[in-house]
């Protein structure tokens, strides 16, 4: 009897033992840990996040354009628009357009044209010799446009003639005076000269000179009874004087920049 209940005990600790071992629900197959499982998470489908995977996300995945790939875009060959070789355009080369013998063409001297009456050729009435205003460059050059049957002309020239003793003889000062009256000839503007003792250069514009002057200078330096008169500095610009006789003490005092001004 005591034998039966024994083996009546021990099934039905092996009935309990089987049902907590059922207990999982049916349907669902028991979740194993074995190596074959594991195997799907390594090392090929962990390969998904590694180095072929990655890649995506990496150097190649990165080469857009906030990456190498992209900021090769603007290196090195864009940059090199801002970089020391693309910014000689504005440098010392560049520089050296404005020193120092070019940038003589900025300075006042160079930027006047020389007017073309400089370089034209002219007849002392008294001696007969050929001269250029061009060729009195470094000197001040009193100029005065004159002719013989004008008396008012006639009377600044006897102001310059006081004007010529006050200065003395000086190497640095000219007095010219140019006949604009192209109906007047050397030969009388000689004798016209030689009668009044004036004994500085005159001549007779030709034409061209006559048209000129009054492009540059108005139409009024055409006119002999206005007593035009202009300076030409050391430089070679030309300095229109106010119109009307100008005494000599007033002529002087018109010069004294000019003749003081070095080259």
Request: with cysteine; aromatic share 6%; charged share 20%.
């Amino acid at each position: 009897m005591s034998k039966r209940i024994a083996m009546f005990s021990g099934l039905i600790a092996v009935v309990l033992i089987l049902a907590a071992c059922g207990a999982q629900p049916a349907g669902t197959a028991p979740q194993v840990k074995t190596p074959d499982a594991m195997k799907a998470k390594t090392p090929e489908t962990m390969m998904e996040k590694t180095p072929d995977a990655m890649m995506t996300e990496t150097p190649e995945a990165m080469m857009t354009d906030g990456t190498p790939q992209a900021m090769m875009e603007k290196t090195p060959g864009v940059m090199m628009e801002n970089t020391p070789d693309a910014m000689m355009v504005k440098t010392p080369q560049a520089m050296m357009e404005k020193t120092p013998d070019t940038m003589m063409a900025e300075t006042p001297d160079a930027m006047m044209p020389t007017p073309a009456w400089y370089s034209a050729g002219l007849t002392n009435a008294s001696t007969g010799e050929t001269f250029k205003i061009q060729n009195l460059k470094g000197k001040v050059v009193l100029v005065e446009t004159m002719a013989m049957w004008c008396p008012t002309c006639l009377r600044q020239q006897k102001e310059v003639e006081a004007l010529q003793e006050q200065l003395g003889q000086r190497d640095d000062f000219v007095s010219i005076g140019i006949d604009v009256d192209i109906n007047e000839n050397l030969a009388d503007l000689k004798d016209y000269t030689a009668k009044n003792g004036f004994d500085w250069t005159y001549t007779v514009a030709t034409p061209d000179v006559v048209r000129e002057m009054g492009q540059l200078y108005g139409d009024q330096f055409l006119n002999p009874p206005s007593a035009p008169m202009l300076i030409i500095d050391r430089h070679g610009t030309a300095h229109p004087l106010p119109f009307g006789v100008k005494s000599a003490a007033d002529l002087q005092k018109a010069l004294e920049p000019f003749l003081k001004e070095g080259m």
